[in-house]
């Protein structure tokens, strides 16, 4: 789908140029998301990212993350937001390493002490019982509960940006079944998702994680339009259901850890192997209908050869404390 996303470097090497007292030097593409496109430069000694999308709603989200800032969550900085090239912008503080998901298997130690420190500065964000799950958007989540926003992701609303997969799913008759199966499983597990009101990112890996010194350190965690507040284990089952196709996420054994971790208790662990289980299957759901959306088949088989894994196997052991 081209969304026209991709100005090109001396496009935006003139843009800059306008911006900035100081000349723009070392301009270069980076590997941008889905929704944007990327450029990495300096200013003297300041580095910056510029990135473009026709999405100004996830620059929003990114700004309002800033909240969240803390020594173990690097949340970028945004220095500016608006319109530029016929798009929106959004311009922040570079960060340096390399993306999680790209380490190799020997570092997976390494990967895992990263994963406990992030995501434990998470846990840490001050939760309220009447957060909204959809944190960055009260008004519009009002009424909705950690539950119902579980659905959602299953739902093929006509209104939004993503829709029409489901139509698609149901002309692949293996996906379909697959689809089916996962959501009547979810259904069953649905009772034993507590209403938390955690911090959840909801798009770890897929270069949204960059870490450094050989993995052990994580050094940003970007776009966090897929965050919102529910139950920690969504972010510990991101991991381990996308582990079968990242070899060192999932030597890193995210799982284990996170139940070994000194900050919570047995109250924070009930049902949790039917928690996590329920929420590795709706993020395999959920990217059934991602990915045919997008017309990436490499990628529908990937996801339903992991689902079908991951309905086999079933719920992880239960805590031993």
């Not at 529908?300 to 050869?305: P, T």
Request: aromatic share 10%; glycine share 6%; proline share 6%.
């Amino acid at each position: 789908m081209d969304r026209n996303l991709h100005p090109t470097s001396a496009e935006a090497a003139s843009w800059l140029a306008s911006r900035h007292d100081g000349a723009v030097l070392d301009l270069s593409p980076l590997s941008g998301g889905f929704w944007s496109s990327a450029f990495a430069y300096r200013v003297g000694e300041d580095a910056f990212v510029l990135r473009l999308s026709d999405m100004p709603e996830g620059f929003a989200i990114d700004v309002a993350a800033m909240h969240f800032r803390a020594p173990n969550l690097p949340v970028p900085v945004v220095v500016d937001t608006g319109k530029a090239l016929g798009l929106h912008f959004a311009i922040s503080q570079r960060h340096y390493g390399c993306f999680i998901e790209t380490t190799p298997v020997e570092e997976a130690s390494a990967v895992g002490g990263a994963f406990e420190v992030l995501l434990a500065a998470m846990r840490a964000v001050p939760a309220k019982p009447d957060d909204a799950v959809v944190w960055y958007d009260r008004e519009a989540s009002a009424d909705v509960t950690w539950r119902a926003w579980l659905r959602a992701g299953l739902v093929d609303d006509p209104d939004d940006r993503v829709s029409g997969w489901r139509a698609k799913l149901a002309s692949n008759p293996r996906v379909d079944a697959l689809f089916k199966v996962c959501e009547s499983r979810i259904e069953e597990l649905l009772p034993a998702c507590p209403e938390r009101r955690d911090l959840i990112h909801g798009d770890l890996l897929h270069q949204n994680v960059l870490v450094a010194d050989h993995a052990a350190r994580v050094t940003a965690i970007f776009s966090w339009k897929c965050s919102a507040r529910g139950d920690f284990l969504f972010d510990v089952a991101w991991c381990t259901f996308w582990g079968a196709l990242h070899p060192s996420i999932a030597a890193a054994d995210i799982w284990r850890r996170t139940l070994a971790a000194p900050d919570l208790g047995e109250g924070d662990l009930v049902d949790a192997p039917a928690r996590h289980h329920c929420y590795e299957l709706q993020i395999a759901a959920s990217h059934l209908g991602w990915n045919a959306w997008t017309g990436d088949d490499q990628g529908l088989v990937a996801v339903a050869d992991a689902a079908e894994c991951t309905l086999e196997r079933g719920p992880f052991p239960a805590p031993h404390r």
